[in-house]
Nanobody, 125 residues
Framework: QVQLVESGGGSVQAGGSLRLSCAAS????????MGWFRQAPGKEREGVAA???????IVADTVKGRFTISKDNAKITLYLQMNSLKPEDTAMYSC???????????????????WGQGTQVTVSS
């Protein structure tokens, strides 16, 4: 059974940093693509960053240059390093996974089969 468990969320002032973690279990980690998504109240879920099973990364323009996605295969954990946080980054952040490659639509939530419960990030001005 695939399980994804996020951690690392919290409250931070604008300009600060957080690192989110997503511990994965229940599948062949290296053959899956994974991504980070966020959803603010009243808004649709949006893709933030994705890491293809072959190592390619996709980062949304809204966070490019500030957020970095990475993974530790030994720890079977996906990370999202978030720097220079802004109030508009406030949202529930979730990680997701799917078997195989992502293709051109790597930030489309509909591509992903497995989801974590999410961790809240709140950025104050």
């Amino acid at each position: 059974q695939v399980q994804l468990v996020e951690s690392g969320g919290g409250s931070v002032q604008a300009g600060g940093s957080l690192r989110l973690s997503c511990a994965a279990s229940g599948y062949t980690y290296s053959s899956f693509s994974m991504g980070w998504f966020r959803q603010a109240p009243g808004k649709e879920r949006e893709g933030v960053a994705a890491l293809d099973s072959d190592g390619d990364t996709i980062v949304a323009d809204t966070v490019k240059g500030r957020f970095t996605i990475s993974k530790d295969n030994a720890k079977i954990t996906l990370y999202l390093q978030m720097n220079s946080l802004k109030p508009e980054d406030t949202a529930m952040y979730s990680c997701a996974a799917r078997p195989g490659l992502l293709g051109a639509r790597g930030l489309d939530p509909a591509l992903y089969r497995y989801w974590g419960q999410g961790t809240q990030v709140t950025v104050s001005s």
